[in-house]
Structure formats: structure tokens, C-alpha cells
């Protein structure tokens, strides 16, 4: 598909020629598309959306392409309550017609064509895809184009030609440490379609967790998971749902570290006969399968195959990292193995243990996908490198000719902000790679590791600012507006709510839980200006395990609030003008008295609730905060503050950034900002 020349930006969007800015403000068009498309062309006018609206298929159409059209219609029909169309025709005259070349790849593959033309005039749609695949990403698009005007709905008069920037946009769950349970994983999978995600990473074995049923190795799970494990008849339901919304299922295998699970069942994988337990404890764990033995490879090649006829996906993730090799090192078969092969290093017996499975992989059809670790001068190049050190090791990979994925700066439970994330590029102007070797990097995916959640706190901590980073794997490297990204996240968000995630609901849920009573306004108030500590401080503070209790304020209150970027956004539009009485400073004043007298309200909710009494000294910080920023806004507007009031209130404000009780203030540095503004 030709693709025009872009010539200008709208909200972040390219814009094909021929637009005309008076056209946009006939259209009245609200651009809050996530991810932005490719290239974005305003006309003039919008159809409305009405129970006249017929649905077409006028080429090609098959089960996985009428389901997709019935979903979509289905979310259609919720968002604006008209009746949807069942009856779908063959003809190209219909108000919705979506042509569609063909199935597109049996097993889709990276190189599935995702690209799609959407045309909507205000006598009908027109979307043209060359698979199926593509027709669900126009079809996204074409639900997120629907707003409201006057007493019903239209679509915007648009002209888009979309396709993605990077063939590999993921999001990788965790379900080892904690075990997600089928129903948390398909509505991810919903939030994932939603935003254009292509790839589900299952990372399915941990030293905590053995989670997917082998009928060759039955004690894997009998003995590794707690009873807490998919069946392969789940699994294989996970495949299909996600096969049916263009997603990709990569399992993960961890191996030759990350294995405590698997040793429980069979010992004898390991190079120390043990007898293991489940690991309850997180971090690196020194026991390692024993890469010396004949017998390893054959139970990996008899596992493998087992899992092939499971996922079908030609990618497969051996995982590879945090292997210490302290077992190796204190054994003297193991040692007397690598002086026979010549092995200097730990590292060097990895590789041969890497390059062993990389041809069992093979012999079963997949590619081999391994964390950075396994990157090594005597590794094969087919080996996909997964990049979670730095993106550094990414661009060793691709200089040598391996390919990568890029996830370190996509860490989830560090906590960061959805801007952080969204400003991380796998391919930034000056990462030193030749046009050939950028074509290796394949794309990136979003990390949620599970230490510090379960299936109620999950959702709130992928979403919405996943969301994000399908934008910067989606979108053009130029659409980088951070304002405007949590401008259209916002309404995102909901759009991820409604396919069903918890993301927004987990909270007044917790604290509820917490306060042990529906009246939580001023608790909700508490939470706004809150987030978690990152995963470190989190784990080192409270020495964490997979037995810790997920009950606390920490657990309840959001990553990357929008407390964090309104006040930064109001406190950076008021000190263009401090003394005007602008909508800005009247916004903060709100916030800050909202403040004040929630405090009070919250410290006597605390006396009967003793997991939220641990909290008290942040309730008292929290009022301070809110009349240092009273106060602030007051001597910006002309009064003047008395003698050691900016001393005073800047010290103030640096004790209450200290994390404590596991929490941080979302607000610190703009009322910093905001005090050192006075004069």
C-alpha cells in the first residue's frame, strides 16, 4: 500500500495533503486516537451513527473476520445504546463496508500485514485491509473515531492509511510468581487489542510456579504449582481468544535458571540432588538445571514438543537469565566438564547449554527468544535477543546480526510514568545502527512482573500506561507530544475499562476494603496525590515474598496518577503569568483546599482501621502540602510572604518526598516549583 507524503502534525498526527485546518474545525473533530495512525487526513462533516448503518463484507470473510466485525459492533452498540446491525451483506454499498483481501497468514507470524485504509464520508465507511489481521486494527480505530454530538453519535469525516512502525509490540504477564487466572489473562488480552498490541508474552515457569500443564511431566505441576497451573485445554483457549483479536501467545520456558519449580517434581534435572521446595522468597536463585547431562536435553526435548502442539506460534522464549552457576561451580562433575570442553566460565557453559536448546527449538519448529544474558560471540544468530539490561546490549545484537526486543525501559514495576515510558524508543535518533541493523531491532514489550500483585491489583498496574508505550511501538517516532498523549490517555483509559479491565474500579475497591466502609470521598482524595514506591524500595523495605499479603495502601493506590502531570501541567500554564487570575490558579486552589480538608477526615477514618493507621504521618504531610500550596499561590497573586516562609515550606516538601509507608507523593516537585516562584 503507497503511502502519501506527511506534511504536518494534528494532535500528533500526520496529516496527509490536501488537509485543511478549516476543515477540522467544520468536523469538529476530537482527535483522541491511541495509538495515532500513520498519516490522518480531517475532511469536512461526520456520518451519524443510527440504526440505518448497514454492514458489508463485500470480498472476502471468514469466521475470525465476522466475529471481529460482531465484537466491534457489540462495543459500538454499548458505547452509544443504538441498536447494533446483525445482518451483514455481501454488498460494497453498504454504510460500513469493510473489503478484505484475504485470511491473511494461518499462524500469524511478525510479519502478518496489520495495515489498513479507513475513509469515512458523511454517506458511509469505507475500510480496506489486506488481511484479516488489519481489518481488526481499522476496526479499533473506527471505535475509538465515535463521539458524541448533540443527542447522538457520528464519525468524524477522516481519511487514514495506518500501519505500524514495529512489527513486535508486546506485553509480557507473569503469572510464576503470582498466578493470573484465565479470566484476568483475556480481558488483558482485550485491553491489549484495544491499543493495537500484537504479541502476548506468557511467562509461565518461575522458582515460585510451575503454571502449565504437562501430560509427560505430570509431577511439574502435581509438585511445582500450589495447584495453581492453566490446564493445556485452557492454554490452548488463551491461543484462540487471542488469536481471534490479532494477538500472538509467546510462552515463556525460564531456563536454565528460574527453575526451582521444575526441580521440585524432577530432581534430577538439577545438578544437586536436592530435595527442593517451591521457593517462596524472590530474587536470584543459585540452583541452575545441570547443562552436563544427556538426560536434560531429552526431558527438554520431550517437554518442547509437548508445548508445540500447544502454541503455535513459531517464537518461543527460553528465557536464559539470572543463572549464577553456583551449583556448576561447586561440583566436580560439572567442573570436570568444563575443563574437558575447554570452558573458562560459567557464562561459556550457558552458551553451550543456550545453543543445545536453541537446536532442540529448532527440531520443533520455533524460534529461540532468550534475555540478553545468552548473547554471546558462539551463539547462532537466529537467536532472538531480548534486551532487559539496557538498551545497550539491543544494539550489541543487532551490530552482530542477531535480532532484538527491547524491554528495559518498559519495566512496569518500577513504577515510572506513562510519559517515561512513552518517551523510551527502541530506535532513537543517534543509537549508532546502520539502516540494515535498525531493521533487526523488531520491536519492544511492556514488562509486568509479578512479585507485588495478584488478579485484583494487576490491571492497575499495566493499564492505562501501557497504553503509551503502544503508541511509541505504533505510531511515527515524531509523535512525541507528552501532553497531548495524557490528554488523549485519559479518555483511553475508559475506552480500556469499558472492554473490561479493572484498572480504574481496583482502587475505590481496595480502599473500601481497607476503610471498611462505602464513605471513602476523602480517602479517594488521599489516594489521588499517591503511588507506589518502585519495585526496589518496595521489595528491600518490606522483604517481600510470594506468601506477603497484598492488602495495603500500597497496593491500592495507582502508578502514574493524574494527580502527577494536572498539578505539573497547572503549575507550569500559572507561572506564565503568577498574578493572573487564571482558570489554572483557580484549579489549584480547588486541589489544594480539597487537600485540607480531606486530612482530618482521613486521620479519623484511621482509628478503625488499623492497616490504613500506618499511613497517619502521610495524612498530616498531605495537609501540609495543601496550604503550602495555598499559601504559595497567595504570594504569587501579590501578598507578600513573611521571612523563612520558602526555607520553611521547601523543607517541608523535601520530608514528605521520602518514600514511607510505601508510598510516594505524586505532587512534590511542581509545588517545589510552585514555592521557589515566590519572591
Known amino acids: 500500500m503507497k503511502r502519501p507524503i506527511a506534511l504536518a502534525l494534528l494532535g500528533g498526527a500526520l496529516l496527509m495533503p490536501g488537509f485543511s485546518p478549516s476543515l477540522a474545525a467544520q468536523s469538529n473533530f476530537v482527535n483522541t486516537l491511541m495509538p495515532e495512525p500513520a498519516h490522518l487526513n480531517v475532511g469536512s462533516g461526520s456520518l451519524t451513527w443510527n440504526t440505518a448503518v448497514t454492514v458489508g463484507l463485500p470480498h472476502f470473510k471468514n ?11 457489540e462495543q459500538i452498540e454499548r458505547k452509544t445504546g443504538v441498536p447494533r446491525q446483525r445482518a451483514m451483506t455481501t454488498s460494497d454499498a453498504s454504510t460500513l463496508s469493510i473489503d478484505v483481501d484475504g485470511a491473511g497468514e494461518e499462524i500469524q507470524s511478525i510479519d502478518e500485514d496489520e495495515s489498513y485504509a479507513l475513509n469515512v464520508s458523511s454517506t458511509g465507511i469505507k475500510l480496506h485491509a489486506a488481511t484479516v489481521v488489519g481489518a481488526m486494527r ?13 443527542n447522538g453519535f457520528v464519525v468524524p469525516a477522516v481519511q487514514i492509511e495506518d500501519s505500524p512502525r514495529f512489527h513486535w509490540r508486546g506485553l509480557m504477564i507473569d503469572a510464576g510468581r503470582h498466578f493470573e487466572p484465565v479470566e484476568v489473562i483475556k480481558r488483558n488480552l482485550d485491553a491489549m487489542a484495544a491499543v ?58 525460564d531456563m536454565p535458571g528460574h527453575t526451582r519449580s521444575w526441580l521440585v517434581g524432577y530432581p534430577d534435572l538439577s545438578s544437586d540432588p536436592g530435595p527442593y521446595t517451591i521457593r517462596r522468597e524472590f530474587g536470584v536463585e543459585p540452583v541452575a538445571m545441570d547443562p552436563t547431562k544427556e538426560s536434560t536435553y531429552q526431558f527438554i526435548d520431550a517437554f518442547l514438543g509437548e508445548m508445540a502442539t500447544i502454541f503455535p506460534d513459531p517464537y518461543l522464549h527460553l528465557g536464559g537469565d539470572e543463572t549464577p552457576g553456583t551449583q556448576w561451580k561447586n561440583n566436580p562433575r560439572v567442573v570436570a566438564f568444563m575443563k574437558e570442553h575447554n570452558f573458562k566460565t560459567t557464562e561459556e557453559l550457558q552458551t553451550y547449554f543456550s545453543q543445545r536448546v536453541l537446536q532442540l527449538a529448532k527440531k520443533h519448529g520455533k524460534h529461540m527468544v532468550g534475555w540478553d544474558e545468552i548473547l554471546n560471540p558462539a551463539l547462532p544468530t537466529d537467536a532472538i535477543i531480548h534486551s532487559w539490561r539496557g538498551a545497550k546490549s539491543l544494539y550489541d545484537a543487532a551490530q552482530r546480526g542477531y535480532q532484538g526486543i527491547l524491554s528495559q525501559p518498559y519495566y512496569l514495576d518500577h513504577m515510572k510514568s506513562a510519559e517515561e515510558y512513552y518517551l523510551a524508543d527502541p530506535l532513537p535518533p543517534g543509537s549508532g545502527l546502520t539502516p540494515e541493523q535498525s531493521k533487526l531491532v523488531l520491536g519492544g514489550e511492556v514488562c509486568m512482573w509479578g512479585e507485588h500483585l495478584n488478579e485484583l491489583s494487576i490491571d492497575s498496574r499495566i493499564w492505562p500506561r501501557t497504553a503509551a508505550v503502544a503508541e511509541r511501538l505504533w505510531s511515527p517516532e515524531n509523535v512525541r507530544d507528552v501532553d497531548d498523549m495524557y490528554r488523549r490517555l485519559g479518555v483511553e483509559s475508559l475506552r480500556i475499562e469499558a472492554v473490561g479491565t479493572r484498572h480504574l474500579t481496583h482502587e475505590g475497591a481496595a480502599l473500601r476494603e481497607l476503610a471498611g466502609t462505602e464513605n471513602i470521598d476523602a480517602l479517594r482524595v488521599f489516594s489521588s496525590v499517591l503511588q507506589p ?86 495524612a498530616v504531610q498531605m495537609e501540609q502540602l495543601g496550604r503550602i500550596g495555598q499559601q504559595a499561590l497567595e504570594y504569587l497573586g501579590g501578598k507578600k510572604a513573611p521571612a523563612g516562609w520558602k526555607k520553611s515550606s521547601l523543607a517541608e516538601i523535601e520530608a514528605a518526598r521520602k518514600p514511607q509507608v510505601l508510598v510516594v507523593f505524586t505532587v512534590i516537585d511542581p509545588l517545589a516549583e510552585l514555592v521557589n516562584a515566590v519572591k
Not at 465476522?66 to 465484537?71: F, G, I, L, S, T
Not at 481499522?138 to 448533540?150: A, F, K, R, Y
Open 138 to 150: 481499522g476496526m479499533t480505530t473506527l471505535l475509538q473515531l465515535i463521539q458524541p454530538s448533540g
Open 63 to 73: 469466521q475470525r473476520l465476522e466475529d471481529a466485525v460482531n465484537r466491534t459492533l
Open 196 to 253: 493495537k498490541l500484537n504479541v502476548f508474552h506468557w511467562h509461565l515457569t518461575e522458582d515460585q510456579g510451575f503454571r502449565i500443564e504437562s501430560k509427560i511431566y505430570p509431577k511439574l505441576t502435581e509438585e511445582g504449582s500450589d495447584g495453581l497451573y492453566y490446564t493445556q485445554d485452557e492454554a490452548r483457549e488463551i491461543v484462540a481468544y487471542a488469536r481471534a483479536r490479532g494477538i500472538r501467545v509467546v510462552p515463556e520456558f
Open 533 to 618: 514506591v518502585t519495585f526496589g524500595q518496595r521489595y528491600h523495605e518490606q522483604r517481600t515474598s510470594q506468601l506477603t499479603p497484598l492488602d495495603n495502601l500500597v497496593d491500592a493506590v495507582r502508578p502514574d496518577p493524574p494527580s502527577r502531570h494536572e498539578v505539573a501541567l497547572l503549575v507550569r500554564e500559572l507561572l506564565k503569568s503568577p498574578t493572573a487570575h487564571s482558570d489554572a490558579r483557580a484549579q489549584l486552589s480547588g486541589m489544594f483546599q480539597s487537600w485540607i480538608a480531606a486530612a482530618p477526615k482521613v486521620q479519623a477514618q484511621m482509628d478503625h482501621a488499623p492497616l490504613l493507621a500506618i499511613a497517619r504521618p502521610r
